[in-house]
């Protein structure tokens, strides 16, 4: 009898843990009924809010709804069913004036977005409206000629001995058993390499891209449509950014949204330790182009499926084990950096969809080495030190005594960086680099933007100091800077234009567009009085090959 009643307590132990072991893999697989469901099949077990059959999709009225993202808000709105923006929209314009009819709480959304984002229309004006931009681009300052360019001006020279093998992408040192490199080749025709490899060989001594170079519109399209195959953590740095591998074997490094486009750099923040925004890096290499010095790389904004793009292609476990549910149900991940990775401070989808900004890679190091500078007037990144050009007004004629800064045109690249950083407000420009071939007479590649566009309300006028101590720019970019303040070509006006090419416009909220057309200004006020000072022969250094009838005043 004893032995019978044991028995049975084994056997009810037994089913107890298949039972458990039962539920736990319904809890599993839960997550992935519910969105199939929500597709709007017959048999859906879901709640009535999640299972909104596909003619409910104008819910999202516009693209701009989906800016309101990692508000880590409990709103109900919050948990949306997880399908595509454009699958949303498609649907959207599909349901014709059905759509107007579905709902008081898709207006409302829109509204509400407007009023966030606002003013403007929420998708790109009519092609009269693109004049601007396209006029800008079409001025005599915008057409002026490089130097011709030879073998030693370009980063890669055609090497019909060499053949290109885009697999070789896929391994770090892109080199093959004999350790000779995988360059272009004058057997095949440049149309059929990738975009990002036509963006590599188009990298010369003065610039990373021609002017209308027709493989960057195409490169930025890839960036938001290729298929992603593969995502690991970047090592380094201070915040978490993704290196994602696509499908033509391209690269992209990938920052995602921490903030929302109104929210502003908290006061008590020091530089150091301020998020990085991705729509900064997206605008940040607008700004580059309109100032036409063309120094950023592509970068583009992209709406990320967290679940099919990122957690289910990664082969970093580290990055995998940060991934979880959270309480509204969103899928969130955190990964692994210094600032900003806890569950404190996780990057959530809604439900599993996250904004962020993907930037080109550039060639690889083992192709095209690239040269670290220290940027002479880098922060003390301390809390109560300051650097010696914070202190010593006479600090820059001690950096024109120094190589590369005593001849060349390397402290007018400078120049260049200190008026790109300020008119964005980015206050984070410790180091720069330069391709190696190129020596010191080339240009500084504007890398790492994402502290800029911070503060809309408050201009920080240390990062003119350079310009203040030297009083030196470039002709070129003093009268483009003198074009881009009238009305006509306001640099409000046309980033706004340039802005709303991007898949997740709009990228920035007005008042930082405003803050551009004020700091400008403030650039011009502080050249004017080096000018006043010091002569303009002595304050613009003349870079034309040939006269160029600008329609500008030089002085």
């Known amino acids: 009898?004893?032995?019978?009643?044991?028995?049975k307590f084994r056997v009810l132990i037994l089913m107890v843990f298949l039972v458990a072991c039962t539920m736990h893999i319904m809890i599993d697989l839960l997550?992935?009924?519910?969105?199939?469901?929500?597709?709007?099949?017959?048999?859906?077990?879901?709640?009535?809010?999640?299972?909104?059959?596909?003619?409910?999709?104008?819910?999202?009225?516009?693209k701009h709804t989906l800016r309101i993202l990692q508000d880590f808000s409990a709103e109900p709105g919050s948990n949306l069913s997880s399908q595509s923006r454009e699958a949303a929209e498609r649907a959207a314009g599909g349901g014709g004036g059905a759509g107007g009819g579905a709902g008081g709480g898709g207006a409302a959304a829109a509204a509400r977005a407007r009023r966030l984002i606002a003013p403007g229309a929420p998708r790109p004006p009519p092609p009269a409206a693109a004049a601007p931009l396209a006029a800008l681009f079409q001025h005599p300052l915008y057409r002026a000629a490089l130097p011709p360019l030879t073998d030693g001006d370009l980063l890669f020279n055609v090497n019909s001995d060499i053949r290109f093998n885009p697999r070789a992408a896929e391994q770090p040192e892109w080199q093959n058993e004999d350790n000779e490199e995988f360059l272009p080749t004058g057997e095949t025709s440049i149309d059929s390499y990738p975009n990002w490899l036509k963006f590599h060989i188009g990298i010369n001594r003065y610039e990373l891209y021609s002017r209308h170079n027709p493989a960057i519109e195409a490169l930025l399209q890839d960036l938001v449509s290729q298929k992603i195959t593969s995502v690991a953590m970047k090592s380094g740095g201070t915040q978490l950014k993704l290196i994602m591998t696509f499908q033509n074997y391209g690269q992209a490094l990938f920052k995602p949204m921490k903030q929302t486009r109104e929210q502003e750099t908290p006061p008590d923040f020091f530089y150091f330790s301020d998020y990085e925004r991705h729509n900064a890096e997206i605008a940040a290499f607008h700004l580059d182009r309109i100032l036409d010095f063309r120094r950023v790389p592509p970068v583009a904004g992209r709406l990320v499926n967290m679940t099919r793009e990122i957690r289910d292609v990664t082969r970093d476990k580290k990055l995998w084990r940060t991934f979880f549910i959270s309480p509204a149900n969103n899928i969130c991940f955190y990964g692994e950096c210094s600032y900003y990775c806890s569950t404190e401070h996780a990057l959530c989808g809604?439900?599993?969809?996250?904004?962020?900004?993907?930037?080109?890679?550039?060639?690889?190091?083992?192709?095209?080495?690239?040269?670290?500078?220290?940027?002479?007037?880098?922060?003390?990144?301390?809390?109560?030190?300051?650097?010696?050009?914070?202190?010593?007004?006479?600090?820059?004629?001690?950096v024109k005594q120094t190589p590369p800064y005593d001849s060349g045109t390397r402290i007018l690249d400078i120049m260049d960086m200190t008026v790109f950083d300020f008119l964005m407000g980015n206050m984070d420009r410790h180091h720069y680099e330069t391709f190696?071939?190129?020596?010191?007479?080339?240009?500084?590649?504007?890398?790492?933007?994402?502290?800029?566009?911070?503060?809309?309300?408050?201009?920080?006028?240390?990062?003119?100091?350079?310009?203040?101590?030297?009083?030196?720019?470039?002709?070129?970019?003093?009268?483009?800077?003198?074009?881009?303040?009238?009305?006509?070509?306001?640099?409000?006006?046309?980033m706004k234009e340039s802005l709303l090419k991007d898949k997740i416009a709009p990228i920035l909220y007005q008042p930082h567009l405003e803050a551009m057309d004020r700091r400008l200004r403030i650039v011009l006020k502080a050249v004017s009085d080096c000018i006043e000072k010091d002569g303009y022969d002595n304050v613009v250094e003349n870079d034309f090959n040939t006269d160029v009838n600008t329609g500008t005043t030089e002085r």
């Open 436 to 494: 190696e071939k190129f020596g010191n007479e080339t240009f500084i590649i504007h890398l790492d933007n994402g502290r800029g566009f911070g503060k809309y309300s408050h201009d920080e006028l240390s990062i003119l100091v350079p310009l203040n101590q030297c009083c030196r720019i470039r002709k070129s970019t003093y009268l483009r800077l003198q074009l881009l303040a009238k009305e006509e070509y306001k640099l409000s006006l046309l």
């Open 31 to 62: 997550p992935r009924l519910e969105r199939r469901g929500s597709a709007g099949r017959p048999g859906c077990s879901c709640p009535p809010p999640a299972a909104a059959p596909p003619r409910a999709a104008p819910r999202w009225p516009s």
């Open 350 to 398: 809604k439900p599993d969809q996250i904004e962020g900004s993907l930037a080109a890679f550039l060639p690889d190091l083992s192709l095209a080495k690239r040269k670290t500078w220290r940027n002479p007037w880098r922060r003390s990144y301390h809390k109560r030190k300051k650097a010696e050009w914070e202190v010593d007004p006479d600090y820059c004629e001690e």
């Open 1 to 7: 009898m004893k032995m019978l009643l044991v028995r």
